[in-house]
């Protein structure tokens, strides 16, 4: 941090692309996640339609081709987290030099641009906000009291969207389970037919409760604690007293963590609360009016 000038500058051409590489590989990341739940669903289909059907599926091609699905689901989760390692790298970068001023060097951002993600500067296009003061509305100058707002800022937004992601799984775990208790509640009753209850209990028990409920569970849970974590560092930082550049460095560092091994906050989250959440905001920070 040390070999940052703290410069009163505007932000410069360096570092807006550096921020507009994260949100671009932000968002690139949150659509390989998309489409690999759409294969694992697809797959699930599948093999449903298997088990209720009473004949071979495409000539014995269904276990291959549903194979083959999960594999490519598979494949884009490990691309997904690959970007969006890459997308937390330049987060980093562009906040701490558009909060302590200078441009990124030119041999970092030669770097940054060859690992670009393909197509970064059309989904960074789509973003809702562009420029760094349009994402963070920085209200200090340069040094250190800007790194601490900026990081305020990113940690406030990110335990609130967490926390809506775990409640969101957790309406979908309970949904689930719902569906999945009638289903077996109803191949109970005494007129059902024994065969068919048989095929139905497999794909409730497989698809909706392991596949499905499961795995929003543990979303879910997932989000929550991560959540907690981030708002713990949260209300550290937005606290209205002077942190030692010691403390500071600590609570930026653990928040880096927890981005980088958190669960990603979804978009939908993000457009629904973006608003609300900018004016919860612009009332707490004012906690940090009196810090220099």
């Known amino acids: 941090m040390n070999d940052i000038q703290h410069t009163d500058i505007p932000s410069q051409s360096h570092t807006l692309t550096v921020h507009q590489a994260f949100q671009g590989a932000s968002h690139f990341s949150k659509l390989l996640r998309q489409g690999a739940l759409l294969l694992e669903i697809l797959a699930g289909f599948i093999a449903s339609w298997g088990t209720f059907s009473t004949e071979v599926l495409w000539g014995g091609w269904a276990s291959p081709v549903m194979l083959l699905l999960l594999c490519s689901a598979g494949g884009l989760r490990m691309w997904a ?10 987060r980093r970068v562009s906040i701490r030099y ?7 060097p030119v041999s970092a951002v030669s770097g940054i641009v060859a690992d670009f993600p393909p197509l970064w500067k059309k989904f960074a296009d789509k973003h809702p906000t562009g420029t760094l003061d349009e994402y963070y509305e ?32 957790l309406g979908t775990t309970l949904i689930t389970a719902c569906i999945g208790s009638a289903i ?12 068919h209850s048989g095929k139905v209990l497999e794909v ?13 569970l543990d979303g879910s849970i997932t989000s929550f604690l991560a959540a907690s974590r981030t708002r713990k560092i949260a209300d550290k930082l937005i606290e209205p007293h002077r942190l030692e550049i010691e403390s500071l460095e600590e609570q930026v560092a653990q928040y880096d ?36």
């Not at 457009?271 to 609300?276: D, I, P, T, V």
């Open 81 to 90: 987290r690959s970007t969006q390692s890459f997308a937390e790298k330049c």
């Open 138 to 169: 920085p209200t200090k100058n340069l040094g250190l009291g800007r790194l601490r707002e900026l990081n305020a800022h990113s940690s406030f937004y990110t335990w609130r969207l967490l926390r809506f992601d775990g409640w969101l799984l």
């Open 98 to 104: 558009f909060s302590l001023g200078g441009d990124v």
């Open 257 to 292: 963590i927890e981005r980088a091994c958190g669960p990603v906050v979804s978009s939908l989250g993000y457009k629904a609360m973006r608003e609300g959440l900018q004016k919860e905001w612009h009332m707490y920070r004012t906690d940090l009016d009196d810090i220099q």
């Open 204 to 216: 409730t028990c497989s698809l909706v409760f392991v596949l499905l409920m499961i795995k929003a």
């Open 184 to 195: 077996i509640y109803a191949v109970a009753l005494p007129n059902t037919d024994v065969s």
